[in-house]
């Protein structure tokens, strides 16, 4: 048996696959504000913010940006790799970086997020690196950083930008 998560491909990112990962930020938001959540991303929608539209876009132009895509729903998800942001600590080891993972709210969708990190795994063992590392927004409920532990991450550092309270994570690959 199959399941909606199987019919999930993934490949690599294109500029033409900003509009797609920006609507996934613009739903992600829609819901963030319908459940209370205004401080992770904000409450306007980034299609309209051009900073966002540049972010994005700069994102699929990367070597190491990727798409899932489901054949009945588009682009449900996006994954960026490379090195760590600039306002985390600096890796203390070769590593590959979870830049970006965003998933679609589409309940055909689901799973699309494990995947597209199990996928990570696969890209940190390719390149010869055994650490993945992650940041996320630690405020609000906590579910996003617990969502990571249940990826098998650990927590490895808090940081701030402003007043957004930030959660470094990381995982061991390849043993």
């Not at 992770?40 to 309209?48: A, D, H, K, N, R």
């Not at 589409?106 to 199990?118: C, Q, V």
Request: charged share 25%; glycine share 12%; aromatic share 10%.
């Amino acid at each position: 048996m199959t399941s909606e998560t199987d019919a999930i491909a993934i490949r690599h990112a294109t500029p033409a696959d900003a509009d797609a990962i920006l609507r996934l930020f613009d739903d992600a938001i829609a819901w963030f504000v319908s459940i209370g959540n205004v401080k992770q991303w904000g409450t306007e929608p980034f299609s309209t913010q051009q900073r966002q539209i540049d972010r994005v876009t700069g994102w699929c132009a990367e070597p190491g940006a990727w798409v899932a895509e489901h054949p009945a729903i588009g682009v449900c998800g996006a994954l960026v790799l490379g090195e760590a942001n600039d306002y985390v600590p600096a890796a203390t080891e070769p590593e590959l970086y979870v830049r970006l993972l965003i998933g679609s709210r589409d309940a055909r969708a689901k799973g699309g997020g494990r995947r597209l990190l199990a996928f990570a795994d696969g890209q940190a063992e390719a390149a010869g690196v055994e650490k993945l590392r992650v940041d996320c927004y630690a405020g609000g409920s906590g579910d996003l950083v617990r969502f990571y532990e249940s990826c098998g991450y650990t927590r490895a550092g808090v940081f701030t930008v402003g007043e957004w309270p930030g959660q470094i994570l990381e995982r061991r690959v390849g043993r």
